[in-house]
């Protein structure tokens, strides 16, 4: 009997180890399409935060996980791969529309028109500045908006938030603080990048 249940606890055991081994294979890497489905939306968010266009974030995206295809068996941690790449491909699109977006967000046509190599410049530092943003959690990123985007005072933001006013100019002057220190770090130390 006591045979009987050491071979019993043996197999128990084994069992344990091939469904944690099988764990640890499922969480390392994925199917292409379980990324797909639990990342799209955050990709999404990460590439229009560098782009700024809804469409072209989609391309980058999709563009993105075509990349992952054919290069499936290399990448190793397909997540990290993916954000890359999508910065990347986002930082080119950037480079090569230069042109249009400097004449869709030119306020003044007759005004004298800033060299190439400078807006360059100023869109490769937006677009950091928007991957770093899109990196940051919700309640962060909800805190910016509502002060930048939604132009609100400290007061109104406390109410919509249920922060208090001091927590709220403190938190947004550790996020901007935190920002400026990462674009240092990233090699922007101006708008004009």
């Keep these: 009997m006591e045979n009987t249940n050491s071979t019993l606890l043996s197999r ?3 069992a344990g180890d091939l469904l944690t ?32 266009q809804r469409e072209t974030a989609e391309d980058l995206v999709q563009e993105a996980f075509l990349r992952l295809h054919e290069h499936w068996q290399e990448v190793q941690n397909p997540v990290a791969w993916l954000y890359r790449s999508i910065r990347n491909l986002a930082l ?20 004298e028109a800033p060299s190439a190599d400078e ?8 677009g950091v500045l928007r991957m770093l943003m899109a990196e940051m959690n919700e309640e962060d990123m909800r805190l910016i908006q509502l002060k930048y985007h939604g ?15 001091s927590n709220v100019g403190y938190k947004l002057h550790h996020l901007l603080k935190g920002l400026a220190d990462s674009l240092r770090r990233m090699g922007v130390e101006s708008v004009e990048g």
């Design 12 to 14: 128990t055991r084994a």
């Design 21 to 52: 081994a099988s764990r640890v294979m499922i969480e390392e890497k994925p199917s292409i399409r379980a990324i797909y489905d639990s990342q799209e939306s955050a990709l999404l968010r990460f590439a229009y935060g560098i782009c700024g």
């Design 92 to 111: 080119n699109h950037l480079r090569d529309h230069r042109k249009e977006s400097a004449m869709e967000n030119a306020d003044d046509l007759c005004s």
């Design 119 to 126: 807006t360059l410049g100023k869109m490769e530092a937006i």
């Design 151 to 165: 132009s609100l005072s400290y007061d109104d933001i406390s109410k919509r938030t249920g922060l208090s006013v």
